[in-house]
């Protein structure tokens, strides 16, 4: 880390009853944790005003861990919208007694899905006078999966699957298509179909639509993503960004939209590195500035379309990844009170939120811890970050 760089600015005469100066004193001293160590970073910005209330080498790029999921949050509803749902279909096949299952993308797919897939689709083939099928699948939407740059060995498929646009919600294998193949044909033959899994085949453009099921949308998908820090559906929305703006759904791709996406809103993007959407890969770099402009768009009036993404993050000390913290002295004065993004990898422990300040006006925040100090628990480290968010809220 450099040299310590804060920057305080006084607060306006409407925020007289919370000035800046206070805060900043807080915030330096808890920002000296030991448990904390010397590679962390902080951002605080008055989002009434885009003035920073504290940084702390807030412009030092930094692992972000799964914080990252706020920007696959943003990017995939700025671009897709909140109605947008996902369709898994089956198609008729070129020849007679073939059908194609056709991967849509959709990342909150369940085997409740498919079993209403299959038995929409064995009613249409029973009135149609068919009872034997073989099912051949498209997986084509996204190509042949890659483990993204800076997966670590092993990362895949323990943490996120190979990311294929057929799989069932929390599945974590290599053959997630196999897996759903598998499950619709037996579900088929239970619907009294004499079904067989064939191989991969594209839906021919002039295909009929036999049956599908399209219920899940982008708003569920986004705040299961975030609640829980669900990698694969993260990795899938980073690739229907990329679709989404024309480009093919490819690690490169998708990176190139998402920021052209983030470009659009007005934030700046150079020298980050957006490697993949979930924030697993060890490449990834983000600013804790960037992070807290990122949540200032959450809550500005004229960016209306993302304000739902803050009521889907985890609140502090009640859902999701945030359910156990805050919950000892001086964070537990913060419980209810922030919502806000964890990340956590091997050394690098992660949080950007939002909370209101002592004057009712909303706060955006990141800390960035890289490298935790040997000696100390990733518990206590939490304790020290969950610290500094409280003294953001201002009831430390």
Known sequence: MGAIALTLLIAPAAHAADPAGPLVRELTDRVQAGALGRDVTVHVLDTATDAPLF??????????????????????????????????RV???????????????????????????????????????????????DDYLFPRPTDAKGWEPGDSPTFAAAVRPLALLGEYSRDTVGSALGMFVSRLRAEGIDAKAGGRAIAPDDARRIAVVAR???????????????????????????????????????????????RELGLKTYGLELIDGSGLSMDDRLTAEFLTRVLDRVVDPEHRNLAPIRRWLPVAGETGTLAYRFASSPASCARGD???????????????????????????????????????????????????????HGCT
């Open 91 to 137: 198609m008729s096949g070129p020849e007679e007694g073939s059908i194609i299952l056709v991967g849509g993308g959709d990342p909150l797919l369940s085997r409740a899905d498919l079993t209403r897939l299959a038995e929409r689709t064995a009613a249409k083939l029973t009135k149609a006078g068919i009872d034997r099928v073989t099912v051949d699948v």
């Open 338 to 392: 922030v919502f806000a993004k964890t990340g956590s990898l091997t050394g690098v422990n992660t949080l950007a939120g939002l909370t209101r300040g002592p004057d009712g006006t909303w706060r955006s925040f990141a800390v960035m811890v890289n490298h935790r100090p040997e000696g100390y628990a990733n518990a206590e480290t939490s304790a020290a970050v969950d610290a500094l968010a409280a003294t953001v």
């Open 55 to 88: 940084a702390y080498d807030a412009d030092e790029r930094q692992l972000p861990a799964s914080t990252m999921k706020v920007v696959t949050a943003v990017t995939a509803l700025e671009t897709l919208g909140r109605g947008h749902t996902f369709a898994t």
């Open 216 to 262: 899940n949308s982008l708003s569920t998908a986004i705040e299961l993503m975030l609640r829980v820090s669900e990698n694969n559906v993260a990795e899938t929305l980073f690739r229907h960004v990329a679709l989404a703006r024309g480009y093919p759904a490819t690690w490169s791709a998708s990176s190139i939209a998402a920021k052209e996406t983030l």
